[in-house]
């Protein structure tokens, strides 16, 4: 692959939902819709029939997927808020293009190939991430998403189209699935290479922080007399920074809502999202408790009180060793690990699965800093096209 032909067709996607301040494309929003037209004219164009399944993930085939065994590889379209645009969309691109080179070399799959865009990967719109990976893997109670809102109330069901009774399992599907490779932006800067592929997912997880004190007047309410649950917040992120350091685990609290959120008014309650990973699950289980006591310790000195609640936790994820291992040396590939989680990594559970990383020579990701060169692109689909090659036309 050529770095401008990369380049040619990247073109025509990048500009969907780019602003000033980097991508916002939510799941089923004006620009991810886009997106997904953009996907279904590309399987078109390659004679691909397009499916979209019960929780709202994007499929097209290359053979008929009836006959099992099927490769896929595929990421996701939706972004963080304000990131960037290589996380997700470079495995769909990837994909299309990698399919390019297999016919080129005159190679036609003896397997059914499939390429898929997962909904909502970075639960930026309803919260939970991996959403349309884990309702199809089962991973994720169906009645609570179809209980999910979005900020402005939008039910899931409403925003996406789909029938709440109809989201959930789908085991039929991933029966006829016989690996997974998932081609991915890399999010730090551990490569020094252009291609790698992953060993495993850090555990991590979500974790809803409830501070709640007294809203009050700033002007009249003496110092000693406050109960203000943004002290309680503000130690609480100093002492996650601090505990995540002590284990070389990471921390981050990254949102924030207050209530009132008055200039002139002590918050009545904060709440805050923390989002933390490590190495091993001990660890992170470590982690997030130090968090909790030093927070509620806290909370007892200013009178506060303050609820630590999981919105959604992984558990590490190794990738299938024999898949890893016979990718790492077709492509003479390193072999790492991730903080991040992807829908491969809810995919491992259940059907042998792969990732391969790009090189990010910036490590900035989830900001509209996010970069990988055309060369290294175009270094991914010819890995990806060999993977394909070696798993599906053999
Ligand atoms: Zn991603």
């Known amino acids: 692959m050529t770095p401008q032909r990369f380049a040619d067709l990247w073109r025509t996607l990048a500009p969907i939902g780019h602003g000033e301040s980097g991508y916002h494309r939510y799941a089923w929003s004006p620009p991810e819709l886009a997106c997904r037209d953009w996907f279904a004219e590309q399987a078109g164009a390659r004679g691909m ?39 997700g969309p470079l495995g769909v691109v990837s994909a299309f293009l990698a399919l390019d080179l297999l016919a080129e070399r005159g190679l036609a799959p003896a397997r059914p190939v499939g390429v898929a865009a997962f909904a909502e990967e970075e639960g930026s719109r309803f919260g939970i991430a991996c959403l349309g990976s884990r309702l199809m893997c089962g991973t994720l109670a ?58 495993a997912i850090w555990p991590h997880g979500r974790w809803r ?6 809203g009050n007047h700033a002007g009249t309410t003496r110092m000693a007399d406050r109960r203000d649950p943004m002290l309680t917040f ?96 077709l492509l003479g590939a390193p072999v790492l690990p991730t903080g991040a989680g992807h829908d491969a990594g809810v995919l491992a559970a259940r059907v ?16 509209p800093g996010e970069y990988a060169t055309d060369d290294d692109c175009a270094a991914g689909v010819t890995a990806l096209a060999d993977v394909l090659a070696e798993l599906a036309c053999r």
């Open 234 to 329: 503000a130690y609480t992120v100093l002492a996650a920074n601090k505990e995540a350091r002590l284990r070389g685990a990471h921390a981050t609290i990254g949102r924030i809502s207050a209530a009132p959120n008055a200039t002139n008014a002590i918050a009545e309650r904060v709440t805050g999202w923390l989002d933390a990973r490590a190495a091993d699950q001990s660890t992170l289980d470590g982690l997030v408790e130090a968090v909790s006591v030093r927070a509620a310790e806290r909370a007892g000195r200013d009178g506060t009180t303050v609820t630590v609640t999981p919105e959604s936790v992984s558990p590490a994820t190794g990738f299938d060793a024999g898949l890893r291992d016979r990718l790492a040396t």
């Open 209 to 214: 922080l409830e501070f709640t004190g007294q």
């Open 49 to 87: 029939p397009v499916e979209t399944d019960r929780n709202g993930n994007l499929w097209a085939w290359l053979g008929d997927p009836a006959a099992g065994d099927a490769v896929v590889t595929g990421s996701h379209f939706d972004s963080v808020p304000g990131g960037g645009g290589y996380d």
């Open 142 to 199: 169906p009645d609570r998403a179809a209980a999910l809102r979005d900020p402005d109330g939008v039910w899931l069901a409403e925003a996406s189209g789909l029938d709440p009774a109809g989201l959930g399992p789908d085991p039929d599907r991933l029966a006829g699935i016989g690996a997974f490779v998932e081609l991915h932006v890399e999010q730090g800067r551990a490569l020094d290479r252009p291609v790698g592929v992953a060993s």
């Open 352 to 367: 042998p699965t792969a990732m391969l990383f790009v090189r990010n020579p910036t490590g900035v990701s989830h900001a």
